[in-house]
């Protein structure tokens, strides 16, 4: 059964320092999200992409983030300037086209920003 | 501001017992996903709830979307150890750009 895949499963990071996470959605899938989930806090939408570019972005999603698609697979989240606030567990979903709203998370990366 | 409320956040069970968690908001949803969350783990669909009052039954698992679409309930019976999880419920307003989720409700059953 094809899935969303993540890599990497962890990053470990300096505060400051640059980081990108990087999402493989399930092929022939057309709309692509990023989450983060903070260690005991509740899931949170970051931002939406579709056909090359962002559908939707939450609040969260400020300059210091952006979302490639570079190739016809990957899906990344860059964060410029990793700051302690950033660790979280960061999933990426994908969703196939306009007639589902189903969404396929992917298992994550833990982001530890020290 | 917690745009989908779920309730209770902790539930700790026997193994047989019947159980029921809420997802509620003031707003209208277009759809309702159910989520099961492993710790470490992306949420993992159980569900998607699309009309109003509609019931979707998933083995032991019943999920309801309010007449009015502001709702939803899973019900659980006969509840056993393999059902502890983090059970979520995110919801569509309008598109399926955006999907809010709710906190959760962790769920414990004891064998």
């Known amino acids: 059964e094809p899935e969303v895949t993540q890599t990497p499963s962890h990053q470990v990071t300096q505060m400051g320092q640059e980081v990108i996470l990087r999402c493989v959605p399930i092929?022939?899938?057309?709309?692509f999200y990023w989450y983060r989930q903070i260690l005991g806090q509740k899931v949170e939408f970051l931002v939406s992409?579709?056909?090359?570019?962002?559908?939707?972005k939450s609040e969260i999603f400020d300059d210091q983030f952006s979302v490639e698609r570079p190739d016809g697979s990957n899906f990344t989240l860059k964060i410029r300037s990793t700051k302690l606030e950033d660790s979280a567990m960061y999933f990426c979903?994908?969703?196939?086209?306009?007639?589902?709203?189903?969404?396929?998370f992917g298992p994550g990366t833990r982001l530890t920003v020290l | 501001t917690q745009l989908l409320e779920q309730s209770p956040q902790f539930l700790s069970i026997q193994e047989g017992e019947n159980l029921t968690v809420y997802c509620n908001s003031s707003s209208v949803f277009s759809s309702l996903q159910w989520y099961r969350q492993e710790p470490g783990e992306g949420p993992v669909l159980l569900v998607t709830?699309?009309?109003?009052?509609e019931v979707k039954k998933l083995k032991r698992l019943t999920f309801q979307f309010g007449d009015a679409r502001k709702d939803s309930s899973l019900h659980i019976t006969a509840a056993q150890p393999g059902d502890t999880g983090l059970y979520l419920c995110a919801g569509a307003l309008y598109n399926f750009n955006k999907f809010y989720f709710g906190s959760g409700t962790k769920l414990n059953v004891k064998p």
């Open positions: 992409f579709y056909n090359n570019e962002i559908s939707e």
């Open positions: 092929s022939n899938h057309l709309y």
């Open positions: 979903a994908s969703r196939s086209d306009r007639s589902t709203d189903t969404q396929y």
């Open positions: 709830v699309v009309t109003g009052g």
